[in-house]
């Protein structure tokens, strides 16, 4: 029973392809975010989105297209890909902050995507 | 925006040694302060976390502090083993931030037999 599962987990992909990445949690979060693990093992945040709603959209080319089609899957979809563009992504879930602020705010990260362009 | 430093970079102990990892932390907003072990190929798992309104937790060999006047946290690992060897992150989140974490650069520990 995997939380937080990702496809595919390795990627190799020729420059100028496009490609997707697929994310699931059954746990029940209302929150899910897509992080960029570089070479250095920097985790970035890029995407968050709150029961199907993008709330988070950090500095991210828009050949990076999210898509949540509901609040257990959130998808990454990445056009004309680029070398630069070689890292681990790793989908995550979490509840989110409630009302008064009392949220519980542990993420569960799913597996990791490996991607490589070629 | 919130900015989060973690220092060392690199950290060997011999097993048995402690090993102590500190972060700083740029916004005084924050009130949530994760610690996350990666091994090599995994994923990131939580292994600890602090709220502001607390000043020390721990679990078993783990520990966390928090000083909110001074804006950083540190983690401390008693009596190391070698499954301990592995890549830490701090992370701080920004409250009404969407719960955006922003993780430390980390910390690459290697316990020595």
């Known amino acids: 029973d995997t939380a937080v599962s990702q496809t595919p987990k390795y990627l190799v992909t020729q420059m100028g392809n496009d490609k997707s990445i697929k994310c699931e949690q059954n746990l029940g979060h209302d929150t899910m975010y897509w992080y960029k693990q570089d070479s250095k093992k920097f985790l970035k945040i890029m995407f968050s989105y709150n029961n199907k709603e993008l709330i988070i959209n950090e500095t991210v080319p828009n050949r990076f297209s999210p898509k949540s089609p509901d609040k257990a899957h959130l998808n990454l979809h990445i056009n004309s890909l680029e070398l630069g563009d070689s890292a681990v992504y790793f989908c995550a879930s979490s509840h989110s902050i409630g009302l008064s602020g009392q949220g519980r705010y542990g993420y569960t990260f799913g597996s990791g995507t490996r991607l490589t362009v070629v | 925006g919130e900015n989060v430093e973690q220092h060392p970079s690199t950290l060997s102990v011999q097993e048995g040694d402690s090993a102590v990892i500190k972060c700083t932390y740029s916004?005084?907003?924050?009130?949530?302060f994760p610690w996350y072990k990666q091994e090599l190929g995994k994923r990131p798992q939580l292994i600890i976390d602090?709220?502001?309104?607390?000043g020390e937790k721990k679990d078993q060999r783990i520990a966390v502090t928090l000083n909110k006047t001074a804006k950083h946290f540190s983690l401390h690992i008693t009596e190391t083993q070698p499954e301990d060897s592995a890549v830490y992150f701090c992370?701080?989140?920004?409250?009404?931030?969407?719960?955006?974490?922003?993780f430390g650069t980390g910390t690459q520990l290697k316990v020595e037999l």
């Open positions: 992370a701080a989140s920004l409250t009404g931030g969407g719960n955006k974490l922003t």
């Open positions: 916004d005084s907003a924050s009130n949530y």
């Open positions: 602090i709220r502001s309104n607390v």
